[in-house]
């Protein structure tokens, strides 16, 4: 049977099968977008844009799209010229309300603003990669693991320390000392950026990841004298 075909026949039965539920929940478009966005904010950051450069042009995104998620909130032809093309990256949620891009773009401008350019640049991929790999993982095999009270799988939390341990050793390996400093940091890096989305905080991963994160490897940056 011919994909469109198998499509029409779910619609008229009224059922939706457990892989396009995967799919769907999935949300592809989504987390690439969300990995592109942060690794584009860590490259021209490390590429020599200076901290108060870098701060000054994300502040001008986030208050152009605020003006853009006001003006869709209160025009539905608007929002739904906006939706035309954000809308394969957009929850079901977001339609009718913000999204979570402005979360996003504070806590990077925040990130940037206050932690050694070390520790924002690994914030910010912690964001970038660990959150959304997490979700994967926690989607297709959370259910072969416990689920915390949250919601959040032990396989997507152990998928985010994963993501945000190798990022933290790829990006530190060639700078920190070989004593143990180097593991110290990893350790440290991957609990606090794949971790930090159980703590009983209601306020959005996109914004909670990185702060939280950024404190931890920031101290653990002091303690050990780097």
Not at 38 to 47: F, H, K, N, S
Not at 165 to 192: I, R
Not at 198 to 217: E, R, Y
């Amino acid at each position: 049977m011919k994909r469109t075909e198998e499509a029409k026949l779910f619609h008229f039965l009224g059922v939706v099968p457990a892989r396009l539920h995967i799919r769907n929940d999935l949300h592809i478009a989504r987390k690439v977008w969300h990995m592109v966005t942060g690794l584009i904010i860590v490259l021209c950051y490390m590429a020599g844009i200076q901290q108060p450069a870098a701060i000054v042009i994300l502040g001008a995104v986030l208050c152009l799209d605020l003006i853009v998620e006001s003006s869709r909130l209160r025009s539905s032809i608007f929002n739904d010229k906006i939706l035309k093309f954000m809308g394969p990256i957009m929850r079901t949620h977001e339609i009718k309300q913000m999204s979570t891009v402005p979360h996003y773009l504070c806590s990077a401008i925040l990130a940037i603003a206050i932690f050694p350019k070390p520790v924002a640049i690994l914030s910010i991929l912690f964001l970038a990669f660990g959150d959304p790999l997490a979700s994967f993982f926690g989607i297709l095999y959370g259910s072969k693991g416990p689920r915390f009270s949250n919601g959040k799988t032990l396989i997507g939390t152990l998928a985010g320390v994963v993501t945000c341990s190798l990022l933290t050793f790829m990006y530190l390996c060639s700078s920190a000392p070989s004593d143990g400093t180097l593991l110290v940091l990893t350790l440290v890096g991957g609990l606090a950026g794949g971790m930090a989305e159980l703590l009983p905080f209601d306020i959005d991963d996109n914004f909670t990841i990185p702060m939280i994160s950024g404190f931890a490897l920031w101290f653990a940056f002091m303690a050990t004298g780097i």
